[in-house]
């Protein structure tokens, strides 16, 4: 599957969930785990989509750390929050790929905290690379219909 596709499946899966979060953890160009906003439904804070994925992955494959197998990309329509970000250093992904950013969340009257993914990841203790801005507009467009 190529990353516009694995995008794609990241917006499929967004759908599902409370809010238009969702995820896709990646090995290679196939997709090991989906995960959505849940945090409504499991009254849990701490559901998002990226956290979701990463517990589905982790919990089917027994493993809470991914840097020993090397190689993961989670790909999520919007950019990780620090708490999201925290949880990519602690499991060891490779690589994320995010669509809207924090910034355009907060410009359509979605709260967030202001700060980004990159920065939460440089101070951690994975080398991670971050992407931004694939499939933005359709990502943003997600959100735009639960803006306040």
């Known amino acids: 599957m190529t990353p516009k596709e694995l995008m794609q499946a990241a917006i499929a899966a967004a759908k599902q969930g409370d809010m238009p979060f969702g995820a896709v953890l990646v090995k290679g160009d196939r997709i090991v ?3 959505y906003n849940t945090t409504q439904t499991d009254s849990d804070p701490t559901a998002h989509a990226e956290i979701n994925a990463l517990r589905n992955f982790t919990k089917a494959s027994k493993t809470y750390s991914l840097s020993v197998l090397k190689g993961y990309t989670l790909y999520a329509t ?9 949880a990519c250093v602690w499991t060891g992904v490779s690589e994320i790929v995010f669509g809207a950013s924090i910034q355009d969340l907060m410009a359509i009257g979605i709260s967030q905290i202001d700060l980004p993914c990159a920065t939460v990841v440089a101070q951690g203790f994975q080398m991670i690379k971050v992407s ?15 803006a306040p």
Do not use: R
């Not at 919007?78 to 925290?86: K, S, T």
């Not at 943003?140 to 639960?146: E, G, I, P, S, V």
């Open 132 to 146: 931004s801005g694939l499939l933005a507009a359709d990502c943003l467009a997600l959100f735009q219909k639960n």
């Open 33 to 35: 785990a989906t995960g």
């Open 78 to 86: 919007c950019e990780p929050c620090p708490m999201c970000a925290a």
